[in-house]
């Protein structure tokens, strides 16, 4: 079926750091979203992205946090600075416009 | 706001038996999308069922759900456990075709036993 790449797999970096997820969507999907997972917890919802805008955030989507997919290429979550309770896995997930999403296996991001 | 119930943080039961986890949901659209995701450990979540139906039962993989409006619910069900059922299973709720937000529920895990 369809898939959806994450990379890298595991970052680890030190508190304050900038850090870049990236994420290669299924190709001709239209809606892309980035979710965090805290080890044990349940996934939750960061933000959906359609069109080159932000359409719907989450209290989890911090200022600190940015998202953005230039010319096509990977849709790209950062965060700047980082922060230990960032720790987590990020899920992106893609959309061909319909609710049914595509994961990706995630990134897991250590905050030391 | 929208939101999305599962009771259970863990159900535990023996192989061969049936599996019934909770769902209820809450939401000012009328017409919402309601999902059920798997996810295996250290695999990201897959898509099991979904429906907007109401009254419809969807199944697949051995597993079904029907959605209930009058009760706002969406139950996943199966008649018997494997061992490879054992996982996270995530409840989830769109608001309709608009694929802006998905919301997730806690999430159950489902531990079954030889």
């Known amino acids: 079926g369809p898939k959806v790449l994450q990379i890298p797999s595991h970052q680890i970096i030190d508190m304050g750091q900038m850090v870049t997820l990236n994420c290669d969507p299924v190709?001709?999907?239209?809606?892309f979203y980035w979710y965090k997972q805290i080890l044990g917890q349940q996934m939750e919802f960061l933000v959906n992205f359609y069109n080159g805008k932000v359409m719907e955030k989450s209290k989890l989507f911090k200022d600190q946090f940015s998202v953005e997919r230039p010319d096509g290429s990977y849709f790209t979550l950062k965060i700047q600075p980082t922060a230990l309770e960032d720790s987590a896995v990020y899920f992106c997930a893609s959309s061909p416009g319909l609710p049914e999403q595509y994961f990706g296996p995630g990134t897991r991001l250590t905050v030391l | 706001g929208d939101s999305v119930t599962q009771t259970e943080g863990l159900v535990t039961l023996t192989e061969g038996l049936p599996v019934m986890l909770n769902c209820t949901y809450q939401?000012?659209?009328?017409?919402?999308?309601l999902f059920w995701y798997v996810q295996h450990l250290n695999e990201s979540p897959r898509l099991l069922l979904k429906s907007f139906t109401d009254n419809k039962r969807t199944e697949h993989q051995g597993f079904h759900a029907t959605l209930h409006k009058s009760s706002s619910s969406f139950h996943l069900q199966k008649s018997s456990a494997q061992l490879s059922d054992s996982a996270l299973y995530y409840c989830a709720l769109s608001k309709g075709t608009n694929a802006y937000k998905v919301i997730f529920g806690k999430g159950t895990h489902l531990h079954v036993l030889p």
């Open positions: 190709s001709n999907h239209l809606y």
């Open positions: 939401t000012i659209y009328s017409n919402p999308f």
